[in-house]
């Protein structure tokens, strides 16, 4: 029977380091963020060990890119319709409904 010994003192626990950078990198880049906190969640558990940063960083890097996914439908609809107008009106100012639309 063989049973793993704990990392000596001072040493990191594989995962680590990049279970923080992917928590960090979430923020900015969820994608990037999100892939990179599974990796260090899969590499920790495979060696026995906790990964926290990784586990936050995964839950942040989910949450950020649901809402960006949302935030952009949301800009291709708003963006998606007054480009749909402008077609429909042609270049010009154009008074429709108490709004102003100008295109070019």
Known sequence: ?????????????????LGIIGLIAA??????????SIVALVQSKRAGYKNTPAVIGIIVGAVLLVGSVIVLI?????????????ADLGPGTHYVGGVTYTCS
């Open 1 to 17: 029977m063989t049973t793993s010994q704990p990392a000596p003192a001072g040493t990191t626990y594989p995962g680590k380091t």
């Open 74 to 86: 949301v800009l291709i609809a708003v963006f998606g319709n007054l480009f749909a107008q402008c």
């Open 27 to 36: 923020f900015p880049f969820n994608l990037i963020g999100l892939i990179l």
